[in-house]
């Protein structure tokens, strides 16, 4: 059987065992961990060993390193050009301490030079040789430039031109590059560049081509030295620079190239000819290189025959002159073609490409452990261009020359190995040269007998998170190789590879585990020597989550930001929150705070746009969620405004944006200022789009301009631009006339002519002036002008009264007039009329509503404009109470050329009087003859109060005042009155007439300690007024009637009575300050508590209110509503005079007679009329209807 180590693989817990890894890093072979089995040994294996061509500073030792494993530990020799090489003989050299590592010392005596040659180290013990490459040391060189003399190089212009560098040969061979004195490296273009081998190469010159130092220089970078060729001297002629210095003992031939400068089609100087060729190894850089002279300079492209340029290893360098392949293989072998081409032609090259190879590996032999009696095999295989040789050696020695052993046999690149035995270890060489390099590798046969070791760990743990795959190690060595299987739990089964995964190294793969994965796991491992198990515990953890993501922030400079990360864990794991910028720390900066899962920062800056990220991790996962801050603010200011294109009326205006500041620029504003006509003050240009920097502006003339611009983007604006230089425009007759002409008459002998001014900037001159012309529109007359400055009126004097004028205003300055102004028609100053409407009447519609016709005035004796016509009306009065108060007029104003209007409003059973005005703008005509008109009676408003006095067992006293507006003659009184049981049920009503001049009545026959419920009112011949209410109670006997009237005079009772005056002292103040507050209400609404039957609204075309006012100028009083402290109720006023309804100084009413406007005047109250509100009555009487 074969013996097969098994590798150990990471283990995925939280305890980590350090395990070893059975792949040699270097040496690509398998190991016995010889750390781990003592007692165990193994053939030598090279680790480590210098580099096959070694290259030596010859100022340092010299260190040729030989590094090897085995056990027992390996000895160590050298040979040198094939013989031994005593060590021990050279004070020089020495071996390190367990090492077969060569220090050569040369830095104090001896050469480097004396130790060149091809060494090998040999690494043996017990169980066989392993050797190393044939390493070859060479000391390297860098060499000086031969002393040359180098005389200048004169050409003419546009000729081609090779400057030659050949350095010397060195070891390695050096980088080169062309640098002035000054050690600048020399500029290279499509036109000038250096080769592949040095030289710098023009395809023409041009005059700036002379100078006096073109040196090349040589790179040795192995000794860190740059040696320098002697500068070249190269000077430019032009064609008339030539013909100027021609002299006869100069001719042609002494000029470089001796060619005329004339353009030509290309040709190539790198490589010559048509074809070439090139053989590259296999993974190197494949360099094609094509250099072309020809005027104009031309450009160079590459193709392959018969096939493409494989895409991703193609690579152009020296402005498109070299063509290089990376990795070459074989199948890049063709032919490449390079063109140079320029508008008068191309030439072409073709290079033949064959791609060789020194050896390489297809199968590297592989280190073998058996055990005594199994078969193995060594397999070395290896290609390459032309097909390697392969030769086997052991320990060292030429397969052919070593001991027989019965156990191998050799079949060209195979050992077969059969019936192996202890004897058969040995360490066996593959060897795979061709001409141009070879392979040589060790591999050992170890011939072992071992019983199972399990080198994992006992009893590990092991931590997974859910869903994702468990590894658990089952690292085992054994010879032969044991099998292996696992178990769960203590009684559990053989696990199958249905559910699990077994590698070949013993690791168990729980692919996708998950909470029932949880256990001990056994593993078991066994050979024909023997068996071992180990235990191990998975312990399933739940996935570390990030449940709140940071979000994406746009902030203002300046601002504040906070970024958020929730995270959830298992809670048996402790989980860190760390939070990056950029994927790097945070800054460390007090503007930046943590605070549990929250990342502020603050006075955010443009250094903190960046990406956030959270990162949240435990022992066993890690998470991270990512969001982006971008940092906002108003654009920068533009800046660099360049004026072009000055003409006349126009300029262009070019500027560079400021930095937008992650919000794009949307628009940018134009402004400008006017230095001559307003310094300091800058005015709306226009806008243009964000995407142009460009704007054509249109000018005025004489302005001296200057502008600056502003970037706008979603934060806002940006600060204004700098200043751009100033512009001067011509100055030019001016393109507008002043506007808001008006004539309008002051006095009715004048003209007054207005306007608005032309501001400066619209003066386009200096000396700006106005012509002011005016004639009579319906005459004949010229026009009269004026020119005026700095003014914007002019008054005409001596006009006739209220005459059309025709009128305009002309711009003016020192170049010209404006263009000829609009006429407008004004008129001359305003008169009273003269005259009164004549004919008017009046025809009554109802008891408040009367309607008015008057003739219309002639209109030249208005002597103005019509404003309407003023209807001035009143309440004529006996003369007794004319001596008392004055005549209170109302007015009313009709707009318009008017013939008649309504007057509403008015009070029933009246006898008024008016009079017709016209008004025109400068006031009020004569007045019209008086006219007298009556009022019909109209329904009574309710008595003023009714009071229930004087209870007793089977009769009531009722007391009343008549209606405070009887508008007309009362006719009589009406009371009804019903009794109310104690379930608050009606019982039949009692209807009684009463005679119109008494004011109180007794009821008797009443039933006693009965509640009635009483209704009042007036009546006249239009009909029956409002009514009034009252409950009383009938007594239960005399002694309880007088008790009642004695409680009136307690003092508790009159301590009551002043609470509740104080009550309504307060409701009263209240509704005054209201009634202040509402001042104007309409007439529709008073009608409607006034419940007038005969006021109707009315909708005639030719019937409209107009305004009403007070004649007189007198504040109006005020009325507010009182409350008797005691039962009786007291209705308010029923007059519908205009004066009831605000204190406003006009009114106006639509044509169907409903109110518009307000209604102004003093109210005046006359007791003789009923105006007058009662006293309130007294306490006592008012306890009584209680009862």
Known sequence: MRLKIMPLKKSFSVHRVPLILFLCQLMSALEVPLDQLENLVQPPTITRQSPKDYIIDPRENIEIQCEAKGKPPPSFSWTRNGTHFDIDKDPLVKMLPNSGTLVISITIEGKAETYEGVYQCTARNERGAAISNNIIIRP?????????????????????????????????????????????RLPQSERVSQGLNGDLYFSNVLPEDTREDYVCYARFNHTQTIQQKQPISVKVHSMDELNDTITANLSDSEFYGAKSYIERPPKLLSPEGR??????????????????????????????????????????????????????????????????????????????????????????????????????????????????????????????????????????????????????????????????????????????????????????????????????????????????????????????????????????????????????????????????????????????????????????????????????????????????????????????????????????????????????NTSLDIVSASAVLRVVDRPNPPFDLELTSLLERSVQLSWIPGDENNSPITDFIIEYEDSLHEPGIWHHHSDVPGTQTTAELKLSPYVKYSFRVIAVNSIGRSLPSEVSEYYMTKAAEPEENPTAVEGIGSEPDNLVITWQPLKGFDSNGPGLQYKVSWRQKDGDDEWTSVVV?????????????????????????????????????????????????????????????????????????????????????????????????????????FNGNKTHGMLPGLEPFSHYMLNVRVVNGKGEGPASVDRVFNTPE?????????????????????????????NGILTAYTLKFQPINSTHELGPLVDIKIPANMTSLILRNLSYNT???????????????????????????????????????????????????????ILLIVCFIRRNKGGKYPVKEKEDAHADPEIQPMKEDDGTFGEYSDAEDHKPSKKGSRTPSDRTVKKEDSDDSLVDYGEGVNGQFNEDGSFIGQYSGKKEKEPAEGNESSEAPSPVNAMNSFV
Not at 288 to 299: M, V, Y
Not at 941 to 965: C, G, M, Q, R, Y
């Open 275 to 616: 074809t070439s060729h090139k053989e590259e190894l296999r993974e190197n850089v494949l360099s094609l290189e094509c250099i072309a002279e020809g005027l104009p300079t031309p450009s160079i492209t590459w193709t392959k025959e018969d096939g493409e340029l494989p895409i991703n290893r193609t690579s152009y360098t020296n402005f498109r002159k070299t063509l290089n392949i990376n990795l070459v293989s074989e199948a890049d072998s063709g032919k490449y073609k390079c063109t140079a081409r320029n508008p008068l032609g191309f030439v072409e090259h073709t290079i033949s490409v064959t791609v060789k190879a020194a050896p390489y590996w297809i199968t590297a032999p592989k280190n073998l452990v058996l055990s005594p009696g199994e078969d193995g095999t060594l397999i070395c295989r290896a290609n390459g261009n032309p097909k390697p040789k392969i030769s086997w050696l052991t320990n060292g020695v030429p397969i052919e020359m070593a001991p027989d052993d019965p156990s191998r046999k050799i079949d060209g690149d195979t050992i077969l190995f059969s019936d192996v035995q202890e004897s058969s270890s040995a360490v066996y060489q593959c060897n795979a040269s061709n001409e141009y390099g070879y392979l040589l590798a060790n591999a050992f046969v170890n011939v072992l007998a071992e019983p199972p070791r399990i080198l994992t760990d006992a009893n590990l743990h092991y931590q997974v998170i859910t869903d994702r795959p468990a590894m658990l190690d089952c690292a085992f060595f054994g010879s032969p190789i044991p099998t292996f299987k696992w178990f769960k739990g203590t009684k559990g089964s053989v696990l199958q590879e249905n559910t699990y995964i077994f590698h070949d190294n013993g690791t168990l793969e729980i692919p996708v585990a998950q909470k029932d994965s949880a256990g001990t796991y056994t593993c078991v491992v066994r050979n024909k020597l023997g068996m071992a198990k180990n235990d191990v515990h998975l312990e399933i953890k739940d996935p570390t989550r990030i449940i709140k993501h940071p979000e994406y922030k746009v902030v203002q400079r300046g601002g504040k930001v906070s970024f958020e990360c929730k995270v959830k864990h298992d809670p048996t794991l402790i989980a860190t929150l760390t939070w990056l910028k950029d994927n790097g720390e945070l800054p460390n900066d007090g503007r930046f705070s943590i605070d549990n899962d929250h990342l502020v920062i603050m006075n955010i800056s443009d250094e903190d746009d960046a990406t956030y990220t959270c990162v949240a």
């Open 140 to 184: 390297s060189r860098s060499p000086l430039w031969t002393k040359e003399k180098l005389e200048q190089i004169t050409i003419l212009k546009g000729q081609s031109l090779v400057l030659p560098c050949r350095p010397p040969l060195g070891l390695p061979p050096p980088i080169i590059f062309w640098m002035d004195n000054s050690f600048q």
């Open 789 to 893: 400055a700095n003014v914007s009126k002019y008054i005409v004097s001596g006009t006739p009264t209220f005459v059309p004028y025709l009128v305009k205003v002309q711009a003016l300055n020192d170049v010209g007039f404006a263009p000829e102004p609009v006429i407008i028609i004004g008129h001359s100053g305003e008169d009273l009329p003269m005259v009164a409407p004549s004919n008017v009447h009046v025809n009554v519609v109802n008891s408040t509503l009367a309607e008015v016709h008057w003739e219309p005035v002639p209109p030249k004796s208005i002597r103005g404009h019509l404003k309407g016509y003023r209807i001035y009306y009143w309440k004529v009065k006996n003369s007794s109470k004319r001596n008392k108060r004055h005549v209170e007029k109302k007015i009313l104003t």
């Open 1011 to 1065: 509640r009635y419920k009483f209704y009042f009112y007036a009546q006249t011949s239009a009909g029956s007024g409002s009514q009034i209410t009252e409950e009383a109670v009938t007594t239960v006997d005399e002694a309880m009637a007088s008790r009642q009237v004695d409680i009136a005079t307690q003092g508790w009772f009159i301590g009551l009575m002043c609470a509740v005056a104080l009550l309504i002292l």
């Open 938 to 966: 109209g329904v009574p408003s309710a008595p003023l109060f009714l009071k229930i006095v004087n209870p007793t067992l089977d009769s009531l006293t009722l007391e009343w005042d008549p209606p405070s507006h009887p």
